[in-house]
Nanobody, 116 residues
Framework: QVQLVESGGGLVQPGGSLRLSCAASGTFSRLNDMGWYRQAPGKQRELVAQ???????TYADFVKGRFTMSRDNAKNTIYLQMNSLKPEDTAVYYC??????????WGQGTQVTVSS
């Protein structure tokens, strides 16, 4: 059906940067919500950034000014540019796609580790 493939995670030092990518393939509406979520050890999954097609992006307070999400609707791909990374940003980052009614797809997740 629909598949989300994430990439770009890895190990980075505090203050460093990473860029995550999520490419969607398959059949789904071009009017949709796509976003990034993350889950740290011992914590619940939380919203990082999300946007509806052609709309602006909503960010969690803890990433405002540091992270930027962008969408390439022609490629069905979203990105997350992460700057000034902190150790507390360490988590598995998941891509999420939703459209229509009861259509939700999650990516497998990509590990981001911020450590010196």
């Amino acid at each position: 059906q629909v598949q989300l493939v994430e990439s770009g995670g890895g190990l980075v030092q505090p203050g460093g940067s990473l860029r995550l990518s999520c490419a969607a393939s398959g059949t789904f509406s071009r009017l949709n919500d796509m976003g990034w979520y993350r889950q740290a050890p011992g914590k619940q999954r939380e919203l990082v950034a999300q946007s509806f097609t052609f709309s602006t992006t909503t960010y969690a307070d803890f990433v405002k000014g540091r992270f930027t999400m962008s969408r390439d609707n022609a490629k069905n791909t979203i990105y997350l540019q992460m700057n000034s990374l902190k150790p507390e940003d360490t988590a598995v980052y998941y891509c999420r796609l939703s459209w229509g009614i009861d259509n939700i797809v999650w990516g497998q997740g990509t590990q981001v580790t911020v450590s010196s």
